[in-house]
C-alpha cells in the first residue's frame, strides 16, 4: 500500500470513529470526508457517493432508516471492522489495484471471489446434490488460504463461502477470517449449525457475515430442507441478533414461491428478526435433474423486477436480485469480471450456476486461470447483451455459452452427474425466447 493510500485510510478510518458518537448527525460530514480524499475520476466511486448523499438526506427513506437501524443494533467492533474490510479495502483501496491489474494482465480481475470450503452438508434438501454427493471433496485450509493470498495481490478482499454447507468447516472458517483480519468474509448458509459458541467466534474475529437461506415461511423452507430446519434458522437468527451480529437471507425465487417470499408479511418479518439484506437468486435449471417448470414465467419475473424496487424505495432493508439487477453492474458479473467460483474440487468455474471449467486452482495461478480460454471467452464478450435484463450467457443467451464452451473445450464440473452445455442451454431456449420481449419493454421503460 503506497503513502497517499494509507493517508486515505487513516483519514477515513478516524472520520469514522467520528461518526459512531452521532451518526444521525456526522453522517454527511463523514461523506464530506470522504468525497474530498476519492477525489476525481474512474476510481473516485463519484455515482455511488452521490447515491449514498441521496439517502442521507432523506430521513424519511426507508434506506436512511436502514442504515441508522445498523448503526444502533450491530457491535461497534464489527461494524468498524466491515466499514473497514468491505469500504475502504475492497473498495477505495482494493478498486484501483484491480483496474492496474486488469489492465497489466488484460483479463478480467474480480472484486469477489466464492468457493466451495466442501462439498459436504448436513441436510439432504430436495433438488441439490450435496448430501446425496456427501463429504468426499474438500479445499484444504491451505489452499484457501492461499486463494485468498493470491486474490490479496490482485485486489480481491472479498471472500464469499458456499457449498456444501460452509459452516461443516466451522474451525477452518474462523481460523481464516483471524489470519486474514484485513478481508470480508460472506457465508451462504442454511444456519442450522449456528449456536451460541460459533456466534461468540463471529464475534472475536468480525469480519464474516452470514447469509441465511430461506425458502420462504415454515412450510415452504422444511418442505424442501426437511422438518425443523425454518424453526432452527429462526433460532440462529435470534443468536445473532442477541449478539449484535450483523446477517442476512438468501431466497432463490421460483414459479411456486415468488409471490410468498416478495411479500410484505415475509419482508417485514425478516425485518424484525434482525436481517439487514435479502439476496434474490432467480431460479436456475441446472444439473441433469432440475425442473425447467419452477421456472418464473415472464409476467412473474416482471413481477419480482418491479417488486425488488419497491422494497428498496419501502422496507428498512436492503434487497438486490442476482439476475434483475444487471442494469446497476453493467450485465453478466461472471468469469471474472466481478466474480468466479471455485468448487470443492479446486475447478474455477466462470460462475457458481455454470459448471463448466478449463483450469484448477490445484494446477494453475488464480491469475493463469483468470487468463484460461473459458475466462478470456468472457472477457471478450462481456456484456452478452446491450439490455442489461438479458445479463446470463446461459439463462437468456444459452447460444452463447454453448459456443464458448465448444470453442475453449471447457468441461462439466458437475460433481454428481457431469451435464452436457447442450442439455443445459436446451431447457434455457424457450425461456429465454418468452423472456426477450418483455425485458425489452423494461429496458425501454414500459409496464409489461
Excluded at 64 to 92: C, H, P, T, W
Excluded at 152 to 169: A, D, N, Q
Aim: with cysteine; proline share 5%; charged share 25%.
Amino acid at each position: 500500500m503506497g503513502i497517499q493510500e494509507r493517508f486515505r485510510k487513516t483519514a477515513i478510518k478516524t472520520a469514522f470513529g467520528y461518526i459512531e458518537k452521532d451518526p444521525e448527525k456526522n453522517m454527511l460530514k463523514l461523506l464530506d470526508w470522504v468525497d474530498r480524499l476519492a477525489g476525481e475520476g474512474p476510481d473516485s466511486f463519484e455515482p455511488q457517493r452521490e447515491a449514498f448523499r441521496t439517502v442521507l438526506e432523506n430521513p424519511d427513506g426507508s434506506m436512511y432508516r436502514l442504515i441508522m437501524d445498523v448503526f444502533q443494533s450491530v457491535d461497534n467492533g464489527v461494524l468498524k471492522a466491515v466499514f473497514e474490510n468491505f469500504f475502504l479495502n475492497a473498495n477505495i483501496i482494493g478498486w484501483p489495484i484491480q483496474e492496474e491489474m486488469r489492465k497489466k494482465y488484460g483479463c478480467n480481475i474480480p472484486w469477489a471471489i466464492l468457493l466451495d470450503p466442501t462439498s459436504a452438508c448436513n441436510l439432504r434438501c430436495t433438488g441439490c446434490w450435496a448430501a446425496e454427493y456427501g463429504g468426499r471433496l474438500n479445499l484444504s485450509f491451505d489452499e484457501i488460504d492461499s486463494i485468498i493470498r493470491q486474490g490479496k495481490e490482485l485486489g480481491v478482499y472479498i471472500y464469499i463461502y458456499t457449498g456444501g454447507e460452509p459452516l461443516v468447516r466451522k474451525a477452518d472458517l474462523i481460523a481464516l477470517c483471524e489470519k486474514h483480519a484485513d478481508c470480508q468474509f460472506l457465508a451462504f448458509t442454511n444456519a442450522t449449525l449456528i449456536d451460541e459458541a460459533f456466534a461468540g467466534e463471529m464475534l472475536r474475529v468480525k469480519n464474516l457475515i452470514p447469509a441465511i437461506s430461506l425458502e420462504g415461511f415454515e412450510s415452504a423452507t422444511d418442505g424442501r430442507r426437511g422438518d425443523g430446519v425454518y424453526r432452527k434458522a429462526v433460532r440462529a437468527m435470534g443468536i445473532l441478533k442477541e449478539k449484535r451480529l450483523p446477517f442476512g437471507i438468501s431466497a432463490c425465487y421460483t414459479s411456486e414461491n415468488l409471490d410468498s417470499i416478495s411479500s410484505d408479511e415475509f419482508i417485514d418479518q425478516l425485518v424484525e428478526w434482525g436481517a439487514k439484506f435479502i439476496w434474490y437468486f432467480h431460479y436456475m435449471p441446472v444439473g441433469n435433474d432440475a425442473a425447467p417448470a419452477l421456472l418464473p414465467s415472464p409476467r412473474q419475473r416482471a413481477v419480482m423486477y418491479r417488486r425488488v424496487r419497491e422494497m428498496r424505495r419501502t422496507k428498512p432493508i436492503f434487497a438486490m436480485d442476482f439476475q434483475n439487477d444487471g442494469e446497476y453492474v453493467g450485465g453478466c458479473i461472471a468469469g471474472g469480471r466481478r466474480y468466479l467460483h471455485i468448487n470443492a474440487n479446486g475447478d474455477a468455474d466462470p460462475c457458481v450456476f455454470i459448471h463448466y471449467s478449463d483450469s484448477n486452482i490445484r494446477e494453475k495461478t488464480l491469475l493463469e486461470c483468470l487468463q484460461g480460454p473459458l475466462f478470456m471467452a468472457y472477457h471478450d464478450g462481456q456484456p452478452f447483451n446491450e439490455n442489461h435484463l438479458l445479463p446470463c450467457p446461459m439463462l437468456e443467451n444459452p447460444r452463447l455459452l454453448r459456443e464458448m464452451v465448444h470453442k475453449t473445450g471447457a468441461h462439466s464440473t458437475d460433481l454428481q452427474s457431469p451435464e452436457s452445455v447442450e442439455h443445459l442451454c436446451g431447457k434455457c431456449a424457450d425461456y429465454a425466447e418468452c423472456w426477450r420481449p418483455v425485458a425489452g419493454e423494461l429496458w425501454n421503460g414500459g409496464t409489461p
